[in-house]
């Protein structure tokens, strides 16, 4: 126990120790991530194309399989001094609690003011527009975290910032919208009367609360038809799993610093963007057969694309408008219910992930909502952060796979990843506090039916 009590409650990284690269971990994948397809012709998207709607140099990073190491723009890397690096945290609070003999660690990446992980990708996708030239760009934000990412981002640089949000969250979440407000951003409700998309959706749809893929359409479109804007996107992409390979990096470097190695590797899954970037360097180590690792998603059970989807290419927004992507998805009009773990709605997920998943290198589980939160109602308590609904999905197994520890008596080393917090999410704390939170589980019958209007593609 003395030996184990040198390992401080938080690691964290010297200036020095700090990653100066981000890692591709497609470079080591024997099978590569599908690529995106074009809608029309279903070949797949050249650079030219995916240069109308996204940066040129995001565009080089999404298409590139083979460089292992991208140099990470000593700006952002500045800019990301601002609030990294992000603790590992020993969880010896929770440890004691639950009584287990797993070493449990997170790695936190809520302490910023956007609140998650996703100001990782904002400020290098805005650093690249800005680069370019461009006057602004557009975005879908479903729970507010994104928005709230790339408004800070654009405010930093200078730029301009349009974002469609859902609408649910929109009138769940006013702070949230506040908050890209201050800065600078301009936030509308998706589905809206602003876009050729959002109108035709109202028409179908009417009173509908929106979802992700309403909300890229729109952005999407706003983007392609204002001269001196692209879109960007805060998750799925393998340019955004690349920039969050920074968590991962950093994760193993603290790690390292103590000789410990993890026995399994946990994080939520939405779009695939938190858990790639954290598990990544862990990944390329065990694709290149040089150490083993077991590699949990968490899902919500209300929108389960790893456990109950299908791989198959699908189009990453309702609209239609967006390249076809090759992942586990649920169909692009499946609308989950109204869950809570806002960040956690998207009918799809990364290709990276998909492929990691089709490849039997990594497992998915499907939690209940309940049962999440109560998770992190133990965690805030013992732990003191109070976590996103998102991140608790993730603490949920942690805890579930602690506890079998405690009856085998194994002294597994768990590593999970802690998104964010939850101070914008008090409207979910209260539904559970109060009884009122259910746990929706789409039927067999309604996943069916939507899977039935995939595009058919060779
Ligand atoms: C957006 C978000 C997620 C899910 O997105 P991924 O791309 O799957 O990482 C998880 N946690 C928080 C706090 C988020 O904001």
């Known amino acids: 126990m003395s030996e184990e009590k040198k390992i401080p409650y938080k690691i964290y990284l010297e200036e020095n120790e700090m990653p100066q690269s981000w890692y591709n971990v497609r470079a080591d994948m024997k099978n590569k991530p599908a690529p995106l397809l074009n809608p029309g012709t279903l070949q ?15 565009v080089r990073q999404e298409l590139d399989n083979e460089t292992p190491y991208i140099e990470i723009p000593q700006e952002i890397r500045d800019f990301y001094k601002m609030y990294r690096p992000s603790p590992l945290v020993r969880a010896y609070c929770l440890e004691e609690k639950l009584q287990t003999p797993a070493k449990i660690y997170y790695k936190f990446e809520g302490n910023n003011t956007s609140g998650s992980h996703k100001l990782n990708s904002a400020i290098a996708q805005a650093y690249y527009a800005k680069n370019q030239g461009l006057k602004g760009v557009t975005t879908e934000t479903g729970a507010g975290q994104w928005g709230t990412a790339l408004s800070m981002a654009c405010s930093y640089l200078g730029l301009d910032c349009k974002v469609y949000m859902v609408k649910v969250s929109y009138e769940q979440k006013p702070f949230r919208r506040e908050v890209m407000r201050t800065y600078g951003a301009s936030v509308v409700p998706s589905p809206s009367e602003t876009t050729q998309v959002g109108r035709k959706i109202l028409a179908e749809h009417p009173g509908t609360t929106g979802s992700l893929g309403c909300a890229i359409s729109e952005a999407v479109e706003v983007a392609v038809s204002n001269p001196g804007y692209r879109y960007v996107l805060g998750s799925v992409l393998n340019q955004v799993l690349l920039h969050q390979s920074v968590i991962g990096l950093e994760t193993k470097a603290a790690l390292d610093k103590y000789n410990i190695k993890p026995d399994m590797i946990i994080g939520c899954a939405g779009g695939g963007s938190n858990l790639g970037g954290l598990i990544s360097p862990f990944m390329g180590e065990k694709l290149r057969g040089e150490a083993d690792y077991q590699i949990i998603a968490v899902e919500p059970q209300s929108c389960p694309s790893f456990t109950r989807g299908v791989y198959a290419y699908d189009f990453c927004d309702t609209g239609m408008v967006c390249p076809l992507a090759k992942m586990y998805t649920l169909g692009c009009d499946f609308i989950p219910a109204p869950n809570h773990a806002g ?116």
């Open 44 to 58: 797949p998207m050249t650079a030219e194309e995916l240069g109308g709607v996204f940066c040129e140099e995001l």
């Open 343 to 458: 960040g956690l709605r998207y009918h799809g997920m990364s290709p990276v992930l998909s492929q990691l998943y089709a490849d039997g290198l990594m497992e998915a589980r499907a939690v209940p909502q309940t049962a999440v939160f109560e998770a992190a109602e133990q965690f805030a308590r013992v732990e003191g952060i109070l976590p996103a609904p998102e991140s608790s999905h993730a603490i949920k197994v942690a805890i579930d796979e602690a506890m079998k520890c405690k009856e085998t008596g194994e002294e597994k080393t768990i590593v999970f990843g802690l998104t964010g917090t939850g101070y914008f999410d008090m409207v979910a704390y209260e539904k559970f506090h109060d009884g009122k939170m259910d746990d929706y589980i789409p039927t067999d019958e309604e996943l069916a039916r939507f899977r039935a209007k995939l595009p058919k593609v060779g």
